[in-house]
């Protein structure tokens, strides 16, 4: 009997020492997923697409005409300019293939709208990370949108 309870004593010593170990190893643990960092953040970028979002959901004009009036309202309080930007390269791509482009090469920033299902607007945007970008990573190689 004495046997029974040492037995029954270790097993449970070494299973609350085990839970000790494998607690201590998911707090040292780092975490699975974590921020990317970006020179987008960097930037006067976020501030930029912050005020098109604004200018789109009040827009209810038609789409040919979203892109141009999106450049003026831009140029109106910028020091800098946008410009029609090159149509995408992946025309047949779902989420950008048919939308209109904006870039201002002094922030390196493009802009891609395009008119979603439900009658508003997907705004993309990307900080070009050379000043010989003409597009997004994400539009030269779709493969890579993470």
Do not use: W
């Amino acid at each position: 009997m004495l046997m029974l309870y040492v037995g029954l004593g270790l097993a449970m010593i070494s299973g609350i020492s085990s839970m000790f170990k494998i607690a201590n190893n998911i707090n040292n643990l780092s975490s699975v997923s974590y921020f990317k960092q970006s020179e987008y953040f960097q930037t006067v970028l976020p501030k930029k697409d912050k005020k098109i979002i604004r200018f789109l959901n009040d827009y209810s004009g038609p789409f040919a005409d979203v892109c141009p009036k999106v450049i003026n309202e831009l140029n109106k309080s910028e020091t800098t300019v946008y410009v029609p930007g090159e149509s995408t390269p992946n025309s047949d791509d779902m989420f950008f293939g048919n939308s209109c482009s904006l870039v201002n090469k002094v922030h390196r920033h493009r802009v891609l709208i395009n008119k979603n299902q439900s009658g508003g607007f997907n705004l993309f945007s990307c900080y070009l990370k050379k000043n010989e970008d003409d597009f997004c990573s994400y539009e030269v190689d779709p493969k890579k949108r993470t």
